[in-house]
């Protein structure tokens, strides 16, 4: 590839240097969830692209994908280009250890993740901002276990909507500062697009009881995502995954429970 650079002096002269600029090799791409929730459960696999290319990742079709135990093992299906599913009636166990499985022409790709017993979500409240208008905080009550630093994650609904769609808004965090107490703590601020909460509205949230592994490969993302840009800035590296042999994205497994409660 060649990249044209226009150098300006300060006399107004220019010159024209052109740069060869190696190719980069596709890498896979896996994004794998093992929950309690069987709907929760699926692989997602994909080629990547090229940093500075214009053109979307590639799904990756035809692979073989397990997920195993020591004692147990189970095999995707692909349900469409790039989208592998799970049977039915497949649901995380706590405590177990999983291994995923993904085989492609290139050789097998693996990563193993523990899940941990579920730790329940009391419920969830909601009040208006103390000093954003037309913004509301969303709390959830819980109690966090003793005797260990716990990891969590949130998705939050409205309606059945999902309002954290995106990286960039799924509140996680670690229990460093409130470990072994009562949890009463807003985890995310409805902002008027959104919606303003009005009698009737449903608010659910799931809570996932993620690994540490899992927790910071979220950090490593959000941190990658806040990266400032600019014409000599390079591009953000690759963020660590728990699977081998150079492949990208995370097998994830956590326990979820949910609260919900209706706007009065």
Not at 210 to 220: C, M, R, S, W
Request: glycine letters at 6%.
């Amino acid at each position: 590839m060649i990249l044209a650079l226009i150098l300006f002096s300060a006399s107004g002269c220019s010159e024209k240097i052109e740069l060869e600029l190696d190719g980069m090799d596709s890498r896979l791409v896996i994004d794998a969830r093992v929950t309690n929730i069987p709907e929760h459960n699926r692989v997602l696999l994909q080629s990547s692209s090229p940093y500075l290319a214009n053109e979307p990742a590639e799904p990756l079709e035809g692979a073989l994908v397990r997920l195993l135990t020591d004692k147990s093992v189970w095999y995707l299906q692909e349900k469409e280009a790039g989208e592998y599913v799970f049977p039915e009636e497949f649901a995380g166990e706590a405590p177990s250890v999983y291994v995923m499985e993904v085989e492609t022409v290139d050789g097998v790709y693996r990563a193993e993740s523990a899940i941990k017993e579920a730790i329940p979500l009391d419920s969830i409240s909601v009040r208006p901002h103390p000093w954003l208008a037309d913004h509301h905080e969303l709390l959830i009550h819980f109690q966090d276990p003793p005797g260990e630093v716990n990891h969590y994650m949130w998705r939050v609904y409205k309606n059945d909507v999902l309002l954290t769609d995106s990286i960039s808004k799924v509140p996680f965090a670690d229990s460093e500062a409130f470990s072994g107490r009562y949890v009463r703590v807003p985890i995310y601020i409805m902002q008027p697009e959104d919606g303003i909460p009005e009698a009737g509205d449903r608010l659910r949230v799931e809570q996932y009881r993620i690994t540490e592994a899992y927790f910071h490969f979220l950090v490593a993302l959000r941190r990658n995502q806040g990266a400032a840009g600019g014409p000599f800035v390079g591009p953000p590296s690759n963020i660590p995954s728990n699977f081998d042999r150079q492949a990208l994205g995370f097998f994830m497994t956590a326990t979820v429970t949910s609260s919900s409660t209706t706007v009065r």
